[in-house]
T-cell receptor, first 111, second 117 residues
Framework: DAKTTQPNSMESNEEEPVHLPCNHS???????IHWYRQLPSQGPEYVIH???SNVNNRMASLAIAEDRKSSTLILHRATLRDAAVYYC????????????FGTGTRLLVSP | GAVVSQHPSWVICKSGTSVKIECRSL??????MFWYRQFPKQSLMLMAT?????????EQGVEKDKFLINHASLTLSTLTVTSAHPEDSSFYIC?????????????FGEGSWLTVV
């Protein structure tokens, strides 16, 4: 499984934008980049995913580098409810297409 | 978004007994379901992948005779922890997808806490 590297933790203030980085230098051409987040004692929640182009949805934006070796999850205005562990995961476009979680980034949001 | 539901949310069982956890996709047909376990302050660890109507594929190091997975229909998968021991106490999470395409979203259940006493 292609691996991702994320900072262990990041801090933000409420209502400020947050940029969560992810490095995936060994990404293959068929790997999709998925982002999930997990609040304490809950199952992970889907945030966004993409392949090559930048993506936007109501929760966040995903900026993918041109060489696809890194990506950034952008929360445009952080709220206290965005405090969670964010996981950047590569999902193989072939085979069983499973999601293998790394250690993620713990985002702390201060009021 | 799609909903995946797990039952029970928490369960306490005696050592040596078996316990079953259900995972249902409520508003879509899940051709593929995944089972994870998570210990406190750790990330999710994939246990197995199950495709409807076929045997589950277990990750290396996961005992298939201890963690029985059944995916008999497109909306239901079950995980049975057999002869449970205290070290099996953990947070078990299932996920489901329509499958077949890596760009498809995978939806997660709320998780099930298992405590073995």
């Amino acid at each position: 499984d292609a691996k991702t590297t994320q900072p262990n933790s990041m801090e933000s203030n409420e209502e400020e934008p947050v940029h969560l980085p992810c490095n995936h230098s060994t990404i293959s051409g068929t790997d999709y980049i998925h982002w999930y987040r997990q609040l304490p004692s809950q199952g992970p929640e889907y945030v966004i995913h993409g392949l090559t182009s930048n993506v936007n949805n109501r929760m966040a934006s995903l900026a993918i580098a041109e060489d696809r070796k890194s990506s950034t999850l952008i929360l445009h205005r952080a709220t206290l409810r965005d405090a969670a562990v964010y996981y950047c995961i590569l999902r193989d476009g072939t085979g069983f297409q499973k999601l293998v979680f790394g250690t993620g980034t713990r985002l702390l949001v201060s009021p | 978004g799609a909903v995946v539901s797990q039952h029970p949310s928490w369960v306490i069982c005696k050592s040596g007994t078996s316990v079953k956890i259900e995972c249902r996709s409520l508003d879509f047909q899940a051709t593929t379901m995944f089972w994870y376990r998570q210990f406190p302050k750790q990330s999710l660890m994939l246990m197995a992948t199950s495709n409807e109507g076929s045997k589950a594929t277990y990750e290396q190091g996961v005992e298939k005779d201890k963690f029985l997975i059944n995916h008999a229909s497109l909306t239901l998968s079950t995980l049975t922890v057999t002869s449970a021991h205290p070290e099996d106490s953990s947070f078990y999470i299932c996920s489901a997808t329509r499958g077949g395409f890596a760009g498809n979203t995978i939806y997660f259940g709320e998780g099930s806490w298992l405590t073995v006493v």
